[in-house]
T-cell receptor, first 112, second 118 residues
Framework: KAGVTQTPRYLIKTRGQQVTLSCSPI?????VSWYQQTPGQGLQFLFE???????NKGNFPGRFSGRQFSNSRSEMNVSTLELGDSALYLC???????????FGPGTRLTVT | AQSVSQHNHHVILSEAASLELGCNYS??????LFWYVQYPGQHLQLLLK??????LVKGIKGFEAEFIKSKFSFNLRKPSVQWSDTAEYFC????????????????FGQGTTLQVKP
């Protein structure tokens, strides 16, 4: 079974721009969660989607948003980028409401 | 608010030494517990998980962890480490609201970098 895939793998953007990251979960998985990983703050939960509905949201500003499509693929969007948004953005999928999460390789976002 | 604390930030061991990494969480209700590992240049991989039942769980590559509910702890152990165990280790928790399934929101500890010397 193919793992979680994320595109693009690397991205460089300028302050003020917006960015969209994509995640394809493991086949059959309906839950997708997003995390931000930075050296200073570690791994922080952004949001979770299940069957196209946002089920949980972390403590991030409204500039961070996401959505999930009917095929379970998910996108996250960050508008008005700030330097502090530079991070590794990880997507994870799980097969149900009581199962473990499997992580993708991440998208490395650099904001200049 | 829920939190996860990993006591050791950086551990250096020689091959064949025993390993124990501490993990404590703060949440009064039911939890699901996980240990993930991130090898250099690779993505996060699940080492082991606890949902219910036997509090001693075994994972991949000879790792095990014990859930002690009274101590809010989920420590990771391995009797004999290898050079290939060099990696960063993360403890994570999800809460399980009463009458529901887990929230899908993983709360991670700060991570422990393990360096194994050959």
């Amino acid at each position: 079974k193919a793992g979680v895939t994320q595109t693009p793998r690397y991205l460089i953007k300028t302050r003020g721009q917006q960015v969209t990251l994509s995640c394809s979960p493991i086949s059959g998985h309906r839950s997708v969660s997003w995390y931000q990983q930075t050296p200073g703050q570690g791994l922080q939960f952004l949001f979770e989607y299940f069957s196209e509905t946002q089920r949980n949201k972390g403590n991030f500003p409204g500039r961070f948003s996401g959505r999930q499509f009917s095929n379970s693929r998910s996108e996250m969007n960050v508008s008005t980028l700030e330097l502090g948004d530079s991070a590794l953005y990880l997507c994870a999928s799980s097969g149900g409401l009581r199962t473990e999460q499997y992580f993708g390789p991440g998208t490395r976002l650099t904001v200049t | 608010a829920q939190s996860v604390s990993q006591h050791n930030h950086h551990v250096i061991l020689s091959e064949a030494a025993s390993l124990e990494l501490g993990c404590n969480y703060s949440y009064g209700g039911t939890v699901n517990l996980f240990w993930y590992v991130q090898y250099p240049g690779q993505h996060l991989q699940l080492l082991l998980k606890y949902f219910s039942g036997d509090p001693l769980v075994k994972g991949i590559k000879g790792f095990e962890a014990e859930f002690i509910k009274s101590k809010f702890s989920f420590n990771l152990r391995k009797p004999s480490v290898q050079w290939s165990d060099t990696a960063e280790y993360f403890c994570a928790v999800t809460s399980v609201p009463h009458g529901s399934s887990n929230t899908g929101k993983l709360i991670f500890g700060q991570g422990t970098t393990l360096q194994v010397k050959p």
